[in-house]
């Protein structure tokens, strides 16, 4: 099993950026397909990003797609999720999760083993 901890979120003015990090308690990220989802209040679970374990394959919601940039660095066990040109309605808890099936990276929620406890982002307008 793997620990999955977010961190980087905050309060940003809409047209702002934040890095959001994912470090993994285990060398098997390595291997680990991952992604980011998000939820607003009241709100399902969305996907926004996800790579696959030699970040060969990316993905991308069609929301986000040209404004956020998802990496992973294998070395130092951690995720990252770029964000710029934020708006309102990216504001959200923003979820990291590790795929043990390592790739190609999945778009659904159930693809996914282990979850972060999640890092809030909030976007005024």
């Known amino acids: 099993q793997v620990q999955l901890e977010e961190s980087g979120g905050g309060l940003v003015q809409a047209g702002g950026s934040l890095r959001l990090s994912c470090a993994a308690s285990?060398?098997?990220?390595?291997?680990?397909?991952m992604g980011w989802f998000r939820q607003a209040p009241g709100k399902e679970r969305e996907f926004v990003a996800a790579?696959?374990?030699?970040?060969?394959?990316?993905a991308y919601a069609d929301s986000v797609k040209g404004r956020f940039t998802m990496s992973r660095d294998n070395a130092k066990n951690t995720l990252y999720l770029q964000m710029n040109s934020l708006k309102p309605e990216d504001t959200a808890v923003y979820y990291c999760a590790a795929d043990r099936r390592g790739g190609p990276a999945g778009i659904r929620a159930y693809e996914y083993d282990y979850w972060g406890q999640g890092t809030q982002v909030t976007v005024s307008s």
């Open positions: 790579i696959s374990w030699n970040s060969g394959n990316t």
């Open positions: 285990r060398r098997t990220f390595s291997s680990y397909a």
